[in-house]
């Protein structure tokens, strides 16, 4: 989704511009396939940062004037209504605040004007500049909410939804995460992620982008403080004045000729999850399931770290992509559930280990989210599971990474002169996070030199 934000843009302003893709099909970490002959969306729960037509601020809005789209070309549908769901308190908020900060009212009295105060002094997308960080969010939170159980119901889904570091993310991450989930929201375009991703590919190819498919590049090959040249996988090399790289800080540093030490663990994310798929024969809401998102915690504190299991069933988030404020059906029912995983553990079984463990755990993954929504187990139709080894084949991160590194490079800079990063371990997570990621790194750099 960076690269191709990129790639609009550079083509946009007549540069010659190339993107490398080392699989297949487009898409990285949010892609699609086809199995059993349905569609599948590799990732999609929500866009984030929902804006209806007319607004003019706000990340969404930029994206689109940036990158010259409509809002007809996403035609996003706003979400029903999601919750953040803990033992004997449950928070409902839609992409209307004020919905929040009653649900808030009614189970935390004494906290709302806490809340407000707090929000008030969030720090606005356009005044985080490149390099905001800001110590950490946990600290901030607990300066304004006292109530222990509503911190962590406020962080269990930004956390979720982009938290490249375990318990904790950066005050400048949590502006981020906080506008666009609460304050923001969440959309879908009815087509799903595939409408997004044809629609950057059409104009980066009607603006005279290339793309290369199967195109993985190797080795960066450094010479005197700069990219010298790319080599590929299919054996072929490439000169070039600037190259940018998606596919993450510490995936980019291996592919650098001079860089020869072992990464730290600073260098790469360690919190891996697992998403199953669950294809209903009936739309959720015949089952009494009406919610869009449901982030679960099974007890008063939320555990976000690397689990020793292969998979921590103590908390997760519960997607059901029928759950948008759509004119007509989806057609089938989806029930998707994502929840924190160990790499290390899946990469250790042998393959027909591997097999057994992702039934057991699918099993066992949906016995745990029913016990907050309506059990739909007797309507699975079909099914489908990754785990972080999934997301390592098909994208390269290490570790099967979702959010990356914890360290984010804000700057996007590298030690290599004309050599850039953008997209996840840039600093902006998730898909709007990651578009807006491309357009800037591109216009900071890129766009200066002729
Ligand atoms: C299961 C799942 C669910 C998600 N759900 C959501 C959601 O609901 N909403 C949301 O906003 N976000 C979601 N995300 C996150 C979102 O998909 C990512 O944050 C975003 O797509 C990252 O984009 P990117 O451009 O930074 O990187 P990537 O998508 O990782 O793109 C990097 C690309 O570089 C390619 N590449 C890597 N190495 C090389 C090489 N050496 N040579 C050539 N090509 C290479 C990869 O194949 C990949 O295509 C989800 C992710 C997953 C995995």
């Not at 072992?262 to 015949?286: A, C, H, M, N, W």
Request: with cysteine; net charge negative; glycine share 10%.
């Amino acid at each position: 989704m960076s690269g191709l934000a990129a790639g609009i843009r550079l083509a946009h302003y007549n540069k010659r511009v190339c993107i490398l893709e080392r699989h297949n099909t487009i898409g990285g970490l949010n892609s699609f396939y086809r199995q059993g002959g349905r569609h599948f969306d590799v990732g999609l729960h929500a866009l984030t940062n929902y804006a209806p037509k007319g607004t003019k601020r706000g990340p969404f809005s930029r994206i689109m004037k940036m990158l010259r789209f409509t809002f007809e070309d996403f035609a996003l549908i706003p979400q029903i209504g999601s919750e953040v769901a803990f033992p004997g308190v449950t928070l409902h908020f839609t992409n209307d605040f004020d919905l929040f900060e009653s649900e808030v009212a009614l189970a935390f009295p004494g906290q709302v004007d806490r809340l407000q105060a707090m929000v008030s002094q969030l720090v606005d997308y356009d005044q985080l500049g490149l390099g905001a960080t800001g110590g950490s969010a946990r600290e901030f939170v607990a300066s304004y909410i006292t109530d222990p159980l509503l911190i962590e119901m406020i962080f269990c889904p930004l956390l979720y939804y982009g938290g490249a570091r375990e318990r904790d993310m950066e005050f400048g991450q949590f502006c981020i995460m906080f506008r666009s989930i609460f304050l923001e929201g969440f959309s879908r375009p009815f087509a799903g992620v595939r409408l997004i991703l044809k629609q950057l590919l059409r104009k980066f190819k009607a603006l005279g982008g290339e793309l290369r498919m199967r195109a993985g590049v190797e080795e960066i090959v450094a010479r005197d403080g700069k990219v010298g040249k790319l080599l590929l996988s299919d054996g072929s090399e490439i000169e070039t004045k600037f190259v940018l790289s998606s596919a993450g800080w510490y995936e980019t540093m291996r592919l650098c000729s001079d860089i020869h030490h072992q990464p730290s663990e600073r260098e790469y994310g360690r919190l891996g999850f697992v998403e199953t798929i669950s294809v209903l024969d009936k739309e959720p809401k015949q089952l009494g399931h009406g919610r869009t998102i449901v982030f679960f915690n099974d007890s008063q504190r939320f555990e976000y770290s690397r689990p020793s299991d292969p998979v921590d069933l103590r908390s997760g988030v519960i997607c059901s992509p029928n759950n948008f404020d759509y004119d007509e059906p989806l057609g089938e029912g989806m029930i998707r559930i994502t929840a924190l995983a160990n790499y290390d553990a899946w990469a250790t079984l042998s393959e027909e280990e591997y097999r057994r463990e992702k039934q057991l755990w699918y099993d066992r993954t949906l016995e745990s989210a029913v016990r907050f929504i309506p059990d739909f187990r007797d309507s699975v139709v079909d099914s489908d599971m990754f785990t972080p080894l999934t997301v390592h084949r098909f994208t390269g991160k290490a570790k099967g990474a979702i959010y990356g590194a914890p360290e984010k490079r804000y700057t996007g800079q590298t030690h290599l002169e004309n050599l850039f990063v953008c997209g996840t371990d840039q600093g902006m997570v998730g898909i709007i996070g990651a578009i807006v990621s491309g357009i800037t790194i591109t216009s900071k750099y890129l766009l200066k030199e002729d």
